[in-house]
């Protein structure tokens, strides 16, 4: 993790039908993003104002997705940051291992749909920025 940077991080255009009653967008694992998907969880009933994130995973790839309204995201490698903003299902933003990521500016009745590669591991979490700089060998 300790060498990957935000140039690693990338919106995804999903595979999507659209049709006259409505879209379909499809995530296939290792089809379209470059990990097998064993977790899913979404974000929703966000307050106004909220911010979420705030941490960055060892292991853990991510695919984004704002699956209904919009918000930013942060990304931060320690040496470089960029704000990605995601507004649409059939767009997904890749995060890799070693990103400190915030979400932030997450619009009334947002849905924040994510596709995880590993299950929940509280030991997989780098929640001091402190911490992550160690680990990115930034002293
Ligand atoms: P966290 O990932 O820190 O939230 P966010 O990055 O969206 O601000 O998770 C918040 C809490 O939920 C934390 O106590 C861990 C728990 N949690 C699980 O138990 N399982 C999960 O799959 C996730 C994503 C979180």
């Keep these: 993790m300790n060498s990957t940077t935000i140039k ?5 255009q999903l595979n999507t039908i659209h049709n006259r009653a409505g879209n379909i967008t499809i995530v296939e694992k290792q089809n379209e993003i470059p990990f097998n998907i064993n977790r899913i969880y ?7 104002g909220t911010t979420r994130g705030g941490h960055a995973h060892k292991e853990l790839y ?9 918000f930013n995201v942060l990304l931060d490698d320690c040496i ?3 704000i990605v903003s995601l507004n649409r299902p059939d767009f997904g ?4 291992p070693g990103i400190w990521r915030e979400l932030f500016e997450i619009s009334s009745g947002a ?3 994510v596709l995880a590669s ?8 780098i929640r ?8 990115k060998n930034i002293l």
């Design 93 to 96: 933003l890749l995060i890799v």
């Design 80 to 82: 470089s940051k960029k």
């Design 111 to 113: 849905i924040c749909l």
């Design 8 to 12: 690693d991080c990338k919106v995804i």
């Design 42 to 48: 979404y974000l929703y009933d966000l307050p106004g």
């Design 118 to 125: 590993c299950k929940y591991e509280e030991s997989d979490y």
């Design 62 to 70: 991510q695919l984004i997705v704002a699956a209904s309204g919009s």
């Design 128 to 135: 001091d920025y402190e911490g992550f700089k160690k680990a």
